[in-house]
């Protein structure tokens, strides 16, 4: 009786401890969670969606992303730790507010480090773009390929922007990273960091006169509703990763490593035609909302002003003074 008693005892045991086991176990590797900031439809998501469907038809469903929209895992800066420690699998990463966490791509968020879009992409697809990935590698994320974010311009309630000095006293929103609020400032006016997500709302009760963004987010954001002058400095060209965590990444066979890079790279391509139409698109749909859009005659204006910005940039990051150059002098 003692030997039965003592049998189902361990039996139960045992059953307990495997359950507590099995709630302790992270889920299954091949279940990838990938975080984005935008809507359904938006180029980046459409993009992001085909990098997953690919992946898991290729790897015949030994990996199975799924893309989780409209930021509801966390804003970027939570969302970029996440990635580091694996709690996510990949994401779309704008590099400005990167810049915390990897000093290199500071580098990015110079006003007009680009001369182009066309120019932005040859650096990013080289080997210049290499030692980005490399920087971005020593923190735990593996930067597979390069989207498009577009050229960014100011818009506001107030008045269109055709030189410097429309910019003074605006408050003017740009994302977290000291180098945007030196910009704005730079130019006279008031630089306000700020979620993305409160911005609408700001813009409507006038804690904020304006913003910057290109054209997709100006009109997916609705941000057009609120302000009816869009002004072409596109001051900021700024590219984003298609970016893995380092334990995903290396939890990969290497034929698994190559499909998952190839598809990066194809969503890469893909992402860059969606952006050209959807910027096509949302200007149409901007205009004919009744914004007034300008362009902006005498950039060198603005580029000038841009001096300081550079300085002290370089003077807080001696070591990158040489990456700066190369960038601005391999158009």
Known sequence: MKTTMFLKKTACAVTV???????SLPAQANNWRGWNIHPPGYPNTVALEAFAEGVANRTEGRLKPQVYNN???GDQPDAIEQ???GALDFANFNMGPMGPIVNET?????????SSIEHMH?????????????ALAEKDLIALSWFDSGARSLYNTKRPIQTPEDVQGLKVRVMNNDLYVEMIEALGGNATPMAYGEVYQSLRTGVLDGAENNYPS??????????????LTEHLIIPECLCIARASWEALSPE?????REEAIQASQMQRDLW????????????EAGVEINEVEDKAAFQELMAPVYAGFVERNPDLEELVDAIRNSN
Do not use: C, W
């Open 71 to 73: 930021a509801v895992l």
């Open 218 to 231: 100006f009109e997916s954001s609705n941000h057009y509703e609120a302000a009816e002058y869009y002004s």
């Open 106 to 114: 500071n580098v990015l968020s110079l006003p007009f480090i680009f």
């Open 276 to 287: 050209v139409e959807g910027s096509r698109k949302s200007r149409e749909i901007v205009l």
């Open 256 to 260: 698994d490593q190559e499909i998952v």
């Open 83 to 85: 990635t580091r420690n």
């Open 122 to 134: 040859d650096v990013m697809d080289g080997e210049i773009g290499q030692r980005f990935a490399d």
């Open 17 to 23: 401890s495997a359950a507590l086991v099995v709630m």
